[in-house]
């Protein structure tokens, strides 16, 4: 069956450093993949959107990587701040079909210590 | 113009009674979608409307649930003779065209089910 793996433990840092969150998933063959942050009672806002054909996107302090070889997608914040704590959701499409039909990771919290 | 709304904010029922969730999607998105997400869970995708029609039903848990959308617009769902295994919060998102373009989320209603 289907499935997507992000790490199920807080990543605790420090301010300054580079913070990076794994997804893996399995039998899938999603045409891309995105990456959500969820703060505490409100919905998650998309962060970023990553083709199958793309390597990599940037965007301010953000890197995301796609590998569709090991099936597995990296998420870095650069210069990590307080601010950026928060729970950080992968998402797939993998339909075929006009429409999108995210399927989302259980998430990763990230902790940015002062 | 505003983000997605969606009311109540939180319910509290009683096992047995019947509960409706509405969400307001964003001005002029034809797309519209409901996700459920329980504590420790990832989200879960229930529902998709293209304007008024649900081309995919099929995250919908049981014959419980049911949700509809009137005037392209303001949607409804609704859960007849809740169970405890119903609390969780809904989550409702909005695209602007459906396809790959990106979900917009409310901030959810949190539903207990006592």
């Known amino acids: 069956s289907q499935k997507i793996e992000q790490n199920s433990e807080a990543l605790n840092i420090q301010e300054g450093k580079t913070a990076t969150l794994t997804c893996n998933y399995t039998?899938?063959?999603?045409?891309?993949l995105q990456w959500y942050r969820q703060d505490p009672g409100r919905g998650p806002v998309f962060l970023l959107l990553?083709?199958?054909?793309?390597k990599e996107k940037r965007k301010e302090r953000l890197k995301v990587t796609f590998d569709t070889t090991l099936k597995q997608s990296l998420f870095h914040i650069t210069a990590s701040q307080p601010a950026d704590s928060a729970t950080y959701l992968c998402?797939?499409?993998?339909?075929?079909?006009?429409?999108?039909?995210?399927?989302f990771g259980k998430g990763t919290m990230l902790l940015v210590s002062p | 113009g505003a983000g997605v709304s969606q009311s109540p904010s939180n319910k509290v029922t009683e096992k047995g009674k019947d509960v409706e969730l509405r969400c307001d999607p964003i001005?002029?998105?034809?797309?519209l979608y409901w996700y459920r997400q329980s504590l420790g869970q990832g989200l879960e995708f229930l529902i998709y409307?293209?304007?008024?029609?649900?081309?995919?039903k099929s995250g919908l848990p049981s014959d419980r649930f049911s949700a509809e959308r009137t005037g392209g617009s303001v949607s409804t769902l609704t859960i007849q003779r809740t169970q405890q295994e119903d609390s969780a919060v809904y989550l409702c998102?909005?695209?602007f065209g459906g396809g790959k373009e990106t979900q917009y989320f409310g901030p959810g209603t949190r539903l207990l089910v006592l």
């Open positions: 039998n899938y063959s999603p045409a891309y």
């Open positions: 001005s002029g998105h034809t797309a």
């Open positions: 409307f293209q304007g008024n029609s649900a081309p995919d």
């Open positions: 998102a909005s695209s």
């Open positions: 990553i083709r199958e054909n793309e």
């Open positions: 998402a797939l499409d993998g339909s075929n079909s006009g429409y999108s039909t995210l399927t």
